[in-house]
Nanobody, 127 residues
Framework: QFQLVESGGGLVQPGGSLRLSCTAS????????IGWFRQAPGKEREGVSC????????VYADSVKGRFTISRDDAKNTVYLQMNNLKPEDTAIYYC????????????????????WGQGTQVTVSS
């Protein structure tokens, strides 16, 4: 049985950085698209970024473009989300999720297009 586990969250001041990790176990995922989503209290889950199975394609939500970078290390079965210049509005639980669909099916960052999800990691941006 495969599992996704997020880590790297925490409390950071505005303008600070964090690197989230999403690690898979139980399967080899080099062909899987991996997305990052977040959900703030009282808000719907929103797509943040996604990376294709090959690693050659990435997409970002407008709210994080230029600040967040997604990458993958298939040797470690891990996808990273480097978050720089964090803002209080980035505060949320961050989740990673997988999709075996083609890139066109996930590029719009809709949660319904992704299958298995991790448990999430809390990111709090506050002074």
């Amino acid at each position: 049985q495969f599992q996704l586990v997020e880590s790297g969250g925490g409390l950071v001041q505005p303008g600070g950085s964090l690197r989230l990790s999403c690690t898979a176990s139980g399967f080899s995922w080099e062909h899987w698209n991996i997305g990052w989503f977040r959900q703030a209290p009282g808000k719907e889950r929103e797509g943040v970024s996604c990376i294709s199975g090959s690693g050659s394609s990435t997409v970002y939500a407008d709210s994080v473009k230029g600040r967040f970078t997604i990458s993958r290390d298939d040797a470690k079965n891990t996808v990273y989300l480097q978050m720089n210049n964090l803002k209080p509005e980035d505060t949320a639980i961050y989740y990673c999720a997988e999709s075996l669909g083609n890139w066109d099916s996930v590029v719009s960052l809709q949660a319904a297009d992704f299958g298995s999800w991790g448990q999430g990691t809390q990111v709090t941006v506050s002074s």
